[in-house]
């Protein structure tokens, strides 16, 4: 529909379509990141985050200990 109307020409819209991919990566993370970080102020708003759970769960899943402060 853009090619059509004469505003981008198709190697244009052929440069954008290989840029969006990298970019969509990006887009991807932060909003993961994002959704995660909601998650736990939500949690923490509504009285629902305890420091233990977080704790064991970070450890059951990653096989690890959390370090940082929560």
Partial sequence: T??????L???GLALLF???RFM??????C???GNSV??????????E???QTA??????VLGRKLEAAL
């Avoid at 853009?2 to 505003?7: E, N």
């Avoid at 998650?39 to 509504?46: L, M, P």
């Avoid at 704790?55 to 059951?60: G, K, M, S, V």
């Fill in 2 to 7: 853009v090619t059509a109307i004469g505003v």
């Fill in 9 to 11: 020409p198709a190697e």
């Fill in 18 to 20: 290989g840029v969006y």
């Fill in 24 to 29: 969509s990566m990006a887009i991807a993370t």
């Fill in 31 to 33: 909003n993961t990141i």
């Fill in 38 to 47: 909601a998650t736990v102020v939500v949690s923490k708003w509504s009285g």
């Fill in 49 to 51: 985050f305890t420091e």
């Fill in 55 to 60: 704790r064991r769960e970070y450890h059951r």
